[in-house]
């Protein structure tokens, strides 16, 4: 166990369908990450929290909002997705330090997510 | 570009022989450089980074990596592979203009065969 845990595992839904997906780091860091992860492309990073903060959002959909009430809690919500959003969704937490391009990111085990 | 290339899909290798997977990166600047593995239906596990100091960095499991400035590469090895170790290995540089950002590979995947 990296010390990142994410529910559910694995979640189906309907393009007309709400979910939220849930990480929680028990790490006490204080940066978390949301990644896709589809078949043969690589990870693509979607949203950056610092300090409770978002400081980055890459370019991802509005059908995609995060929210991160605080350092250990991140939630990834979901409504009216497409089809090509079925992926693999990987959250991961850093420690933010003065030396942050030195920080190690630790991930949790992903939801499988399959849009119907 | 900042930018990570894993220039093998799958590497295959028996038990007990040595492995290597290829990374080569481009970066400006100083690059940080991390190895992660992935087994099925798992997240990312980190395996090992390189920051600074001696290019050779061990790491878990028994891997271990060299970065190669000239030839901007940080191929991970293992001298002895393990059935265990079949996995998707993943290559990633931080991007220096954006460090909160990690550039990741396409991933290699590993099959060792008893």
């Known amino acids: 166990e990296t010390g990142v845990t994410q529910t559910p595992r694995h979640l189906v839904m309907g393009m007309t369908n709400k979910k939220s997906l849930k990480c929680e780091q028990h790490?006490?860091?204080?940066?978390m990450y949301w990644y896709k992860q589809s078949a043969k492309k690589p990870l693509e990073l979607m949203f950056v929290y610092s300090l409770e903060e978002r400081v980055e959002n890459n370019s991802v959909p509005s059908r995609f909002s995060p929210e991160c009430p605080n350092s250990s809690h991140l939630f990834l919500h979901l409504h009216t997705l497409q089809p090509e959003d079925s992926a693999l969704y990987l959250c991961?937490?850093?420690?933010?330090?003065?030396?942050?391009?030195?920080?190690?990111?630790?991930f949790g085990p992903g939801t499988r997510l399959t849009v119907l | 570009a900042q930018s990570v290339a894993q220039p093998e899909d799958q590497v295959n290798v028996a038990e007990g022989n040595p492995l290597t997977v290829k990374c080569t990166y481009s970066?400006?600047?100083?690059?940080?450089l991390f190895w992660y593995v992935q087994y099925p239906n798992r997240g990312l596990q980190f395996l090992l980074k390189?920051?600074?100091?001696?290019?050779l960095v061990k790491g878990s499991y028994g891997f271990e990596a060299e970065f190669n400035k000239s030839q901007t590469s940080f191929h991970l090895k293992k001298p002895s592979a393990l059935v265990s170790d079949s996995a998707l290995y993943f290559c990633a540089v931080r991007d220096m203009r954006n460090t909160d950002k990690l550039i990741f590979g396409t991933g290699t995947r590993l099959q060792v065969f008893p």
């Open positions: 790490l006490g860091h204080n940066a």
């Open positions: 390189y920051i600074t100091g001696d290019n």
């Open positions: 970066v400006s600047g100083n690059p940080y």
């Open positions: 991961a937490s850093s420690q933010d330090s003065v030396w942050r391009e030195k920080n190690t990111q630790y």
